[in-house]
Nanobody
Framework: VQLQASGGGLVQPGGSLRLSCSASKRFSRLWPMGWYRQAPGLQREFVARITYGGNEKYADSVEGRFTISRDNAENRVYLEMNSLKPEDTAVYYC??????????WGQGTLVTVSS
């Protein structure tokens, strides 16, 4: 497995979860890493991205609630999700992109926000 995501689960509205993703050691640590999500019946959408140097970008829908971080030494990326809402329910996918623009995807981890 080239990208292994974990940490999904069931959480109540207002709760928190932390997703983790481990990238293959053969992947360049210089590539940006990020998270996307796909809710039932909808297209996959961008959530957050972080560069090797630590520059972060977020979708408007998660700005201020989610925080992305990475461990360059271990080639891992994390997504801290706070103040979760039912509309955050989705399968979350880890992503990295090569210098040529090719995307690698993890297998996805399900996050369900429900009371």
């Amino acid at each position: 497995v080239q990208l292994q995501a974990s940490g999904g689960g069931l959480v109540q509205p207002g709760g928190s979860l932390r997703l983790s993703c481990s990238a293959s050691k053969r992947f360049s640590r210089l590539w940006p890493m990020g998270w996307y999500r796909q809710a039932p019946g909808l297209q996959r959408e961008f959530v957050a991205r972080i560069t090797y140097g630590g520059n972060e970008k977020y979708a408007d829908s998660v700005e201020g609630r989610f925080t992305i971080s990475r461990d360059n030494a271990e080639n891992r990326v994390y997504l801290e999700m706070n103040s979760l809402k039912p509309e955050d329910t989705a399968v979350y996918y880890c992503n990295t992109r090569t210098n040529q623009g090719f995307d690698y995807w993890g297998q996805g981890t399900l996050v369900t926000v429900s009371s």
